[in-house]
């Protein structure tokens, strides 16, 4: 059981209490005359009578209407006594039947533990399935937590690993595939009862599963399952071979941990899921092997955390998906593998890729819109291959502050920038290469303000300029080559006001359409060193 988790208490969990007779009944009453009062004073009012007459006499009729009235006082206080007391009657049966029948879930719970301590795999097996047929029928969600306490408690001992197919050990091997079948089980259990509508008949959806540090080498299947409440954890645990499906899963609540968990082999699906509540989170997680897929997820609410996780194999993939809500990659290493957000939406919220690592392996963005909200890869280090090629920014914030290239390859090529703001403010590229090749400059602020270029190479060519603003405004071309060969100058802003120029290669051969901002002193005097313009842009001095 996790242990700042608080075990819960079922209404029916409590010890009967019930009050005195004595005091009932005079609360009883003492509601009765209340009432009988109200009612008396409802019929005054409705029946709008002013006063009652004094001088009336006492005849038998009226003497005979007072005695029924009386009677039928003692029988109205008859009934209330014998209602209070069928009701105290009716807790006490009530409970006792709760005390019997959790006696009976105490018995069976017994031995069916008993089961799970046997030698014999068979008899495990059973020792399972009585266990989740407990849980099915627990008198209230304490009992039916006690049993999914235990399957969880299982996964999570201890297992001698598989001694391979050695003709010499074939006996240890049978065995192991016995006790693996009893683990394999239990998985597929805990799937196929958290699957269920929360409230029917067999539904886990609500219940704590506590499956940290569980090696998770069998199929598990929460598909269209809905996480609302309550605590899943699979922090520590281990994906080594096996199909875990959340797909069209609902995070609606709750908590769900995959903290410190390894993904090393098999699939593990969350295509179709939708994050729109709670919290999900992945920090310290290792992606080293195998396929985990967010195809088509939707980010719209909650927290969604992959802070500081390692991808160093494997493939990870979040093609297609929709961010909203706020995602985050923050630290993160990218360093191996394949990690890919192909066509995925950012058009809305934030999605932090603060100070992540991407040292190796493939991140693509290929294709990508950003339309929206706040993305964010401020000192992150580029030093693998990333491709935003394609991608479309139309609005929002996307934003490079004091990111460093030093390494690698990081392409914007035929990108379109026609709203919003992408920042590359105190950038530092020092080496590697990045590309805008045939990027769009249609629109919204592209910032590279204060940026260093002192390494590597950096390419604008074919690039097109037409509107909007691109600002390289006291950036530093100390190294490394800047080429704007190709590209069209035809409408908007490109200002390159108070940047330095001191080493290093800066070309707009071929360049078309009118000069940027700040390239030239005055008409007439030659670029700065290291920068080569087309003749039509230095035109002579008058």
């Known amino acids: 059981m996790t242990p ?15 009050w005195k007779v004595g005091r009932a009944l005079t609360l009883a009453f003492a509601a009765a005359v209340l009432v009988a009062g109200g009612v008396f004073y409802f019929l005054v009012v409705l029946l709008d009578v002013q006063e009652i007459g004094a001088t009336a006499k006492l005849d038998a009729k009226t003497l005979f209407d007072l005695v029924k009235l009386s009677f039928g006082v003692v029988a109205g206080a ?5 209602l209070v007391v069928a009701y105290r009657r009716q807790r006490v049966d009530e409970a006792g039947a709760h005390r019997e029948a959790t006696r009976l879930h105490t018995e069976r719970f017994s031995q069916a533990v008993d089961k799970l301590g046997s030698d014999s795999p068979a008899v495990r097996l059973g020792g399972v399935h009585a266990l989740a047929g407990l849980a099915d029928d627990a008198p209230d969600n304490s009992l039916r937590q006690t049993c999914i306490d235990v399957l969880c408690a299982y996964l999570q001992l201890p297992f001698t690993p598989d001694p391979g197919t050695d003709p010499a050990h074939q006996e240890e091997h049978h065995r192991y595939l016995a006790f693996r079948k009893v683990r394999h089980t239990i998985l597929r259990l805990i799937g196929d009862h958290y699957r269920r509508p929360k409230g029917t008949h ?4 609500g219940c704590d599963l506590d ?7 069998g199929d598990m299947d929460f598909r269209g399952a ?39 082999g098999g699939i593990v699906s969350f295509d179709d899921a939708r994050f729109s509540g709670g919290t999900v989170s992945f920090s310290g997680a290792t992606f080293s092997g195998g396929i985990v897929s967010f195809d088509d997820a939707r980010f719209s609410g909650g927290t969604v955390s992959f802070r500081h996780a390692t991808f160093s194999g494997g493939d990870v993939s979040f093609d297609e998906a929709v961010f909203s809500g706020d995602v985050s990659f923050g630290g993160a ?10 066509d995925a939406t950012f058009s809305d919220g934030t999605v932090y890729f603060r100070s992540a690592t991407f040292s190796g392996g493939t991140v693509s963005f290929r294709h990508a819109t950003f339309s929206g909200g706040d993305v964010s890869f401020d000192e992150a280090v580029f030093s693998g291959d990333v491709s935003f090629g394609g ?8 934003s490079f502050g004091d990111a460093t290239f030093s390494d690698g390859t990081v392409s914007f090529r035929s990108a379109t920038f026609s709203g919003g703001t992408v920042s590359f403010r105190h950038a530092m590229l020092s080496g590697g290469e990045v590309y805008f090749r045939s990027a769009t400059f249609s629109g919204g602020t592209v910032y590279i303000d204060d940026a260093m270029f002192s390494g590597g190479e950096v390419s604008f060519r074919s690039a097109t300029f037409s509107s909007g603003t691109v600002y390289f405004r006291n950036a530093t071309f100390s190294g490394g080559t800047v080429s704007f060969r190709g590209a069209t100058f035809s409408g908007g802003t490109v200002s390159f006001r108070s940047a330095t120029f001191s080493s290093g290669d800066l070309s707009f051969d071929g360049a078309i359409g009118s000069a940027p901002q700040g390239l030239l002193a005055a008409v007439g005097t030659p670029p700065p060193s290291g920068v080569t313009l087309p003749s039509a842009w230095l035109p002579s001095a008058p």
């Open 202 to 205: 067999r539904s886990w959806q």
């Open 78 to 82: 008859g009934a209330l006594v014998a």
């Open 211 to 217: 499956l940290t540090g569980v090696t998770i080498d």
């Open 226 to 264: 809905t996480f609302c409440g309550g605590t899943v954890s699979f922090s520590g645990a281990t994906f080594s071979g096996s199909i875990v499906s959340f797909d069209d899963a609902r995070f609606s609540g709750g908590t769900v941990s995959f903290s410190g968990a390894t993904f090393s």
């Open 333 to 342: 290493m990218f360093s191996g593998g394949t990690v890919s957000f192909g």
């Open 391 to 398: 991608a479309m920014f139309s609005g929002g914030t996307v």
């Open 4 to 18: 700042n988790r608080r075990p819960r208490s079922a209404p029916n969990d409590r010890e009967l209490r019930l």
